[in-house]
T-cell receptor
Framework: EAQVTQNPRYLITVTGKKLTVTCSQNMNHEYMSWYRQDPGLGLRQIYYSMNVEVTDKGDVPEGYKVSRKEKRNFPLILESPSPNQTSLYFC???????????FGNGTRLTVT | AQSVTQLGSHVSVSEGALVLLRCNYSSSVPPYLFWYVQYPNQGLQLLLKYTSAATLVKGINGFEAEFKKSETSFHLTKPSAHMSDAAEYFCAVRTSGTYKYIFGTGTRLKVLA
């Protein structure tokens, strides 16, 4: 089944403790991206990648890192999480510029 | 900078009534426009997309949207609401030549029996 898989679905952590949220797609998509969803703010793009080893900042990249060493994987790294990074995170991928985004089921992160 | 405005964070309609969800965008060049739907505890799913082929775009589940360049709008409509349409709807824009997406703040649709 074609899908975007995020792990974990739920994560509770403490301020400053490094964490990684994984994202994997099995559709051979070139493009992958990360979003955070907050009430009243919709989805905001954190980082995106157009291909292996090619990444770029979205609208809210501060406090996040990404890497794209393989085409199928695009992990999101929070080196030193803070409470304002408590949010619902989505990974997405697509074939090309005019093709739709395929979303994962989300990761709900709570930083205390 | 690109922006997307969705008027109305919450919309309620009766079952069988017309659904109209509004989206306006700002773009100096013709953009790619999308409507996505999000059901509880799920990721977003594509409803429909505009990529300049036709101004009236038909999507899944009976939804359609009309691109009006003069009004910079891409409103989503459905002639007759069904209980299963209750969800949150997001309008999104991507400028041609980039992979940068801008999403609206979402409209939560409630369908009343």
């Amino acid at each position: 089944e074609a899908q975007v898989t995020q792990n974990p679905r739920y994560l509770i952590t403490v301020t400053g403790k490094k964490l990684t949220v994984t994202c994997s797609q099995n559709m051979n998509h070139e493009y992958m991206s990360w979003y955070r969803q907050d009430p009243g703010l919709g989805l905001r793009q954190i980082y995106y990648s157009m291909n292996v080893e090619v990444t770029d900042k979205g609208d809210v990249p501060e406090g996040y890192k990404v890497s794209r060493k393989e085409k199928r994987n695009f992990p999101l790294i929070l080196e030193s999480p803070s409470p304002n990074q408590t949010s619902l995170y989505f990974c997405a991928s697509s074939w090309a510029q005019d093709s739709p985004l395929h979303f994962g089921n989300g990761t709900r992160l709570t930083v205390t | 900078a690109q922006s997307v405005t969705q008027l109305g964070s919450h919309v309620s309609v009766s079952e069988g009534a017309l659904v109209l969800l509004r989206c306006n965008y700002s773009s100096s060049v013709p953009p790619y426009l999308f409507w996505y739907v999000q059901y509880p505890n799920q990721g977003l799913q594509l409803l429909l997309k505009y990529t300049s082929a036709a101004t009236l775009v038909k999507g899944i589940n009976g939804f359609e949207a009309e691109f009006k360049k003069s009004e910079t709008s891409f409103h989503l409509t459905k002639p007759s609401a069904h209980m299963s349409d209750a969800a949150e709807y997001f309008c999104a824009v991507r400028t041609s030549g980039t992979y940068k997406y801008i999403f609206g703040t979402g409209t939560r649709l409630k369908v009343l029996a």
